[in-house]
Structures are given as C-alpha cells and as structure tokens.
C-alpha cells in the first residue's frame, strides 16, 4: 500500500508539472539554533576585530528574586558580552536601557537611552553615545540627542547608511500610535536632526527596531502586533519617507506557540512573541539575536542563523516568488561563499570614465559565443576531504591514472566549448613546475617531480580542439598573503603584498608564455589582495587598483586574444551565484554607479558580460563517497535555462579524484546532460531572423497548420550592442493574436518556456530603445520534457 506522505509528494510533483503551481511557495531562510535560558530583552550581536560580541540591555530587577518589572531601573546596565568565552568584557553605560550598538572605522560606539535623575522609570529624555577603541576604556558619555514637548525615547538603533549615519527611536508622540519610529541624521555620531517626513509605523503598532543599509535601502525589522501575540517583520525604503513592507505572510522571525518554561515567566505561559531581532555578519553566516516569552516580564534571549550575507537575506523576503527573480539564491553545500556583497566605505571615491564602450569587443564576443563551459577544480584539496584552504605537505598530490584526455572528452560530452582549470588554487599549490616556489608539482611523487599537469591539461585541449583557459588565485595561503573575508568596500590585506606581488607576477608570466595561446584567464575574487577595495589593516586606506592594472596590463601583452574574468578591468563578471544563477533581466552593460551590484568594483562601466558558475557536486573539489551529492538532469538543465537562457554563459564543474581522474557517475551525469540538452532543442518547429526588409521591431513564423509549441529561443544580434528592452510573443488562435510569452532581456540568449499553445503562426514583437533591434534567430519548439 502506497503511504500517505508518498502520495502527497507524489501529486505535488504532478502539480508542478501540470504548472497548476506556478509560484513556489516561500520559505523562511533563517535557522534557529538555540534557547539561551536567559531574560533578556534588547541584545546586539557586533563584530570588533574579527571576534563576536553580544551589547546586552540588563535590567536589575531580574536579578532580584520577587523583583517588579521597573524595580532597581537607576542600576539597569548597557553591558558587553565575549560571546565565545561567555565572559562579561565591560559596562559602557549605567543608569541607562534601550542601548545599541555600530562599528565604525576601528570604534565601537555605543547609544543608549538615559534614565537620568529624579525621573519615573522610562521616562527618557536623552540619547547618549560613549565609544571604545579597545572595549575596555570608553569616552565619557555625551548627550547627542534631546526630547523635544512631551516626548520620550524607547527603544533605539542606529546605521551606516549612505553618505551619513542614521538613527532610529520609538517616540510616544500623541499623534502617533505608541512606539511610532522617528530618524535622525548626522555626519559625526555627536550632532543629529530629524529627517522631515522620516517616520515610519503611524497608522500601526511597531516597536523592537533594528535598523540597516544594504544595497542601497535602508532596512528596518519591526514588532508586528497579531492577535495577542507579537512577532518581527521587516520593510526597506530607498529615502526614509517611503516604504515598502514584505508580504504579511513572511514574517522574519516567528515565535513557538508549542513551547512553555520560559525564563521568569508562569511554566503554563506558552510563547506568543519574537522580537527585538538584531545581526550582524560574521564569518560567511548572518547571526541573528531575538526574544520570545511573552512580552510581560522577561524575554527568552535565542540564537539564529542564516547562511549568507545579511543583504541577501533582507532581499529574499521582497522577491517576487511567482516571477523571476534578481536576488540571488541561497549558496548549498558544505563550503561558504567568502566573495559578499557589500557597499564600499573606503574614504576615496572611484568613478568611472565618463565613455564606456556598449558593445563587446571580438575576443567579448567570442567568448559569449561560446556559451557553456568547464571548470576543473583539482590540487591538494582532492586530497583533504575538500578543503582548499589548508595547506597540507607538497608531495600529498599523487595521481596515478592523471589523464587529461579524459576530462576534455568529459567536458566535450555535455557541449562545453571552453575549460578552466585550477592551476593555483587558495592554497597556493601550483600545478606545474614553477620557478617560483617548492609548493608546486615539483614536490609530487608523480612522475618523480617532473610531471605537468598544466601541461598535459593544455596538450589535450589542443588535441580535441576545445579553448585553454586557466584559474590562478590571487590569494595564496602558502605564500601568506590574502585577503579578509569581509563583504566589497571593506577587505583588508592579510601578509606583506609588496613581497609577494612579483613572486605572483612572475607565476603569472610563467602560465601565459609557457603554454601556448590561452583563451581565457579567471581571477577568483575571494581572497584576493589585488582587489580594488582592498585596505591597509592600520591606515584603513585602500591600495587601490595599481597592482590590480598592472596584472592586466601583463595578461593584454602577453595573450591580447584572451578575455579575462574578474580584477580590477575585468572582461568578465561573476554573476553573483554558484549554482549556475544569472540574474533576469540581465544587461551586458554596466552602467556607471551599478559596479558594486554587478560584481565590479566602482571604477568599472561598459560591455561586462556575466558567468554563472555551478559546483556539480556538493564541494568543489572531489570528496569521497560524494556521488551522491552529483546534481540531477532536471537541476542542471534548469541551470542552464536560468543562465545561459537569460544571456550569460555558464561554467559547470568537474571533479577528478585522488587518481586524477573523473569518477564514473560524474561522466555519465554529465554525458546525460549533454543528450538532454541536444533532444531539447533537436526538433525546431520553425524558425526565422531579422532581415532588411522586415521591420526590425516585428517578426513571424508560419507553421501553415496547428502545431502545440511550448518553448523558444532568441538571440539578439549582439555585435553592435544591446538594445531590445522587452518582448513579447503572440499565438494565433481560435482566429485572434493571443500572447503566450513575454519578457525583457534578450542580449546573447534568452531561451522561455511557457505553457502549450495550439497554433498555426507566432508574432514576436519587440521594443527598445532604438531602431537597431536585430534577431540573430528566432526559434520555436515542442518538449515533452
């Protein structure tokens, strides 16, 4: 007898294919971790020189046994908390509540309301700011901000934002709801004036803010009164003045109706709040604070986390789940992404030239032409469980059947036209004999130390004639010199770049004259001390992007045929996921201002094409007892509809194992994936392109009888730029033009499905920004699959 949970999973897989669920349901990123057993209330997680800290708001009364809430509030405490030791570091302000906390330039700064003299418990007419450069020893405190009438202060948070600092604070102001939120702006921490029209929660209870700037909006988490319960939403705004809430139905953080025993509180309350929720970033995960209980008299202080940046975890509660979304999906696998997104806050600015080119240049071209690729990841982290950062002994990379052959016709079986290997990876390891250093090949067993595997990696591409391209890490964890893992704008420089860059200069000349014509070189952004964000730990200044051009300036001399992904004049983009994501609509040109939000620094603007890239696996590189983890058919071909369909071209991963070879299961995935693909599109109904005397915004395909179409491809004449905006693909039916597909962005590909139309004909319909709006091809086809 079939069980019922295979039954549902059975007919929801139906559902999907039948696409009676168009839109997938939302889920909540945030993982809880823990109940922490403690009281607390306001508490905010920071980062200070690379350790986790915990700014707690403690209330004395709590300590006292049959204390009353607003007993003792003269002793209430703004305190700091170790949170790896669990040790109590300091006590920035007494007599004080409702504190937050920034990190700014090196200082902890720390606002707080304050209680003063002689004044009924909270009842706060002052915010005060003391800051530390050392968590210990903190400057005297200062009132930076005054009630103005009958105004007092609650709770407060405080930001970054764009050009200034903002701060946030609930007001019991009469013509409001209680707790309405009220912004401040300043350019000094010390002096601070309301923003006109700033408010946010008029018409509405809120309370428990927290306030953030990520991605060019400004983000506040706010207490969302249900009935008799309470839990934390989040709404963003651009200017402070209009705002955008997420839908009701995706709360941030949601209490546990189920749970009971909870500190302070009668065993018999059950949990009906989560709030004041605060984060901060650290270490490749977003660590989150909030309280549940019962909003009477104690919280019930737990630990969440997500695995991403908090920019990326804001914007997952605005996409649109039932169209195609910009934000990026959340990183799999046992690894973390360490290149983040973020804004830059270096104290020069860098702007782009004023002329910027808006169409690919030949070798652009090419490459974009190719479309589908292979990566190769391979080195000592095959040997160690897949850690690419470790740097274990020279002579562990020993393979015994290395063949390079194997990977190319791999590669050449799912329609790769171009591979990428990992000549040095983070660690520093480099897979050919270079002058440079003994990490290197040359300590291998393999071959007695003469062996290559650059070399054989190139001689077999040129025997089945498939492009050369080759990965070399800017960060070299052997060397000792790299980058920090924080998000664009705020890396620093890890070991003595002035000593390594001629060792890597030299590494780099070595691939580029030694091996013959090379397509394509890839520049990992992560870990790299080149960066144009990357600063000086001590002057907290920016190295700029003279190491970064002076590398280019050798990769143009030395191969001015290849195209170049990432640094600091990058031919390439990342499209911001590994897992073979592209944005849609997606524009091959970046504009100038847009660097930051397309994976280039801010002095980049013109022709950047975007890479999506996909580990296959779980891991980069191989594990063992991995095949498992391989991704399946209808996975891959969504990545690459989802990549390559939206325009940019996609780099799928390969594993060789310890042996030097790729497992079985891996190339019979990938073979597989290869036929898919070919019987896809193997069958065209009809096709057409622009020609002289067609109009250029209008084009058709007669099939002179009915025929049940439900996919198409479209390719934009993109030699001359990009300059279709939108589409839109009609169906004759029952006798009148139907639309059956629309879209925006074509640029290289767009490949669309939609659902069954019967039809004799099909009119496709374009605009844009001018007259010059070609169509290479215009294909349509039926998939059963």
Request: with cysteine; proline share 6%.
């Amino acid at each position: 007898m079939i069980k019922l949970t295979e039954l549902c999973a059975f007919l929801m897989a139906c559902l999907i294919s039948c696409n009676i669920l168009a839109q997938t349901p939302f889920e909540n990123p945030i993982k809880k971790q823990e109940r922490l057993g403690s009281p607390l209330v306001e508490t905010s997680p920071f980062v200070f020189d690379n350790k986790l800290y915990l700014l707690e708001n403690n209330q004395k009364f709590w300590d006292v046994p049959g204390a009353k809430p607003g007993d003792f509030f003269h002793e209430d405490e703004v305190r700091i908390r170790d949170i790896e030791s669990g040790k109590l570091i300091s006590v920035p302000l007494k007599n004080h509540g409702f504190g937050t906390v920034l990190v700014w330039k090196g200082v902890v700064y720390v606002f707080a309301g304050n209680y003063g003299k002689g004044k009924p418990w909270r009842k706060m007419t002052e915010i005060t700011m003391t800051s530390s450069k050392n968590l210990k020893n903190w400057t005297k405190p200062q009132t930076v901000f005054k009630a103005s009438g009958e105004e007092f202060f609650f709770n407060t948070a405080v930001c970054r934002g764009k050009d200034k600092f903002i701060l946030l604070y609930e007001t019991n102001d009469s013509q409001w709801k209680p707790f309405t939120f009220r912004y401040l702006e300043s350019t000094d921490l010390i002096n601070w004036k309301e923003i006109p029209d700033a408010i946010y929660g008029t018409n509405k209870y809120v309370g428990g803010p927290a306030l953030y700037y990520e991605g060019g909006w400004y983000y506040t988490l706010y207490l969302e009164a249900l009935n008799k319960s309470w839990e934390t939403h989040i709404t963003r705004s651009k200017d402070l003045i209009q705002w955008e809430d997420a839908p009701k139905e995706r709360p941030f953080v949601t209490f546990d109706s189920t749970h009971f025993n909870m500190p302070l509180t009668d065993p018999k309350i059950s949990e009906n709040n989560a709030s004041d929720v605060e984060l901060c970033y650290f270490n490749g995960k977003t660590i989150l604070y909030f309280t549940g209980g019962n909003q009477q008299i104690a919280g019930d202080l737990q630990r969440a986390t997500y695995k991403g940046t908090p920019r990326q975890l804001f914007e997952h509660f605005f996409k649109d789940t039932g169209k195609q979304s910009k934000a990026p999906p959340e990183h799999e696998g046992e690894w973390a992404p360490v290149l983040t997104a973020g804004e830059s806050k270096l104290g020069v600015q860098i702007t782009p030239t004023s002329e910027f080119q808006t169409k690919p240049t030949p070798q652009q071209l090419v490459f974009q032409e190719r479309q589908l690729g292979a990566f190769v990841h391979y080195g000592p982290a095959a040997y160690i469980e897949s850690d690419m950062m470790s740097v274990p002994d020279a002579d562990i990379f020993n393979p015994s059947q290395l063949n390079a052959e194997q990977w190319v016709k791999t590669a050449k079986s799912f329609g790769a036209k171009h591979i990428v290997l990992t000549a040095k990876h983070h660690n520093g390891y480099c897979l050919w004999p270079t002058e440079t250093t003994d990490y290197s090949i040359k300590k291998s067993p393999w071959k007695e130390g003469k062996g290559d595997v650059v070399g054989e990696f190139v001689k077999a591409c040129r025997k089945y004639d498939i492009e050369i391209g080759l990965y070399i890490s800017g960060g070299d964890k052997h060397f000792g010199c790299s980058s920090t893992t924080d998000p664009q704008g705020e890396r620093k420089i890890v070991g003595d770049i002035h000593k390594y860059f001629p060792v890597f200069m030299e590494q780099l000349r070595e691939l580029l004259t030694n091996y013959g014509e090379i397509s394509y070189l890839w520049f990992d952004g992560a870990y790299d001390p080149f960066g144009w964000d990357v600063m000086d730990p001590e002057t907290m200044q920016p190295f700029g992007t003279a190491y970064g051009d002076a590398i280019h300036s050798m990769v143009k001399h030395l191969q001015p045929q290849a195209v170049i992904m990432g640094g600091t004049k990058p031919d390439v983009r990342w499209s911001g996921s590994e897992q073979g994501w592209a944005a849609y609509p997606l524009d091959n040109i970046v504009k100038p201002g847009e660097g930051l939000d397309m994976w280039v620094g801010p002095q980049n603007a013109g022709w950047i094409p975007a890479e999506a890239n996909l580990h296959t696996r779980s891991t980069w590189f191989w594990t063992p007892n991995s095949d498992n983890t391989l991704r399946d058919i209808p996975f891959l071909k969504k990545v690459y509809f989802e990549s390559i369909g939206r325009g940019a071209n996609l780099l799928v991963n390969m594993t060789p194992d310890t042996t030097g070879l790729i497992p079985e299961a891996e190339v019979k995935r990938l073979s597989e994936f290869g036929k898919s693909l070919e019987e896809t599109f193997a069958s065209p109904l009809g096709s057409t392109s622009s020609k002289a005397d067609q109009p250029n915004n209008q084009l058709g395909i007669d099939f002179h009888k009915k025929q049940k179409v439900n996919l198409l491809v479209l390719e934009e004449d993109i030699e001359n730029g990009q300059h279709i905006k939108s589409y839109k693909v009609d169906a004759y039916i029952d006798k009148q033009w139907k639309t059956i597909a629309e879209g925006q962005s074509i640029g290289r590909k767009r490949i669309q499905t939609f659902p069954v139309a019967k039809t004799s004909k099909l009119r496709l319909t374009m605009d844009g920004e001018d007259e010059r709006m070609f169509i290479d091809n215009f294909t349509v086809y039926f998939s059963e699959k």
